[in-house]
């Protein structure tokens, strides 16, 4: 079993920025981020491969967030700048210990955080 405990997210304008922090304990092959807004599916939003550090954006959300980690402390963050309003959703810090799907499946992943909500107004 493996705890995921997020912290971050908020209130802010667009154009401005968060960071959401999320820290896990015990081996874990990939981590990654995700989101879901009202009435839409769960969307991966970045993803980190803990032992290589390849990293993987959504398009959507390529040159402006950014996915990085410090393994001796088990520490996921994800620094969200220029952020939209279409960035409003719930955020999730998921991660992994198999190989399969890499934390790209949300319906594979086994283990998540609690979320936490961001909202970019206009």
């Known amino acids: 079993q493996r705890q995921l405990l997020e912290s971050g997210g908020g209130s802010v304008q667009a154009g401005g920025s968060l960071r959401l922090s999320c820290t896990a304990s015990?081996?874990?092959?990939?981590m990654g981020w995700f989101r879901q807004a009202p009435g839409k599916e769960r969307e991966a939003v970045a993803r980190v491969l803990r032992a290589s550090g390849y990293t993987f954006y959504a398009d959507s959300v390529k040159g402006r967030f950014t996915i990085s980690q410090d393994k001796s402390k088990s520490t996921l963050w994800l620094q969200m700048n220029s952020l939209k309003p279409e960035d409003t959703a719930t955020y999730y810090c998921?991660?992994?210990?198999?190989?399969?799907?890499?934390?790209?499946?949300?319906?594979?992943?086994?283990?998540w955080g609690q979320g936490t909500q961001v909202t970019v107004s206009a």
């Open positions: 015990g081996y874990l092959y990939c």
């Open positions: 998921a991660a992994d210990t198999s190989t399969i799907g890499a934390c790209s499946i949300p319906g594979r992943i086994p283990y």
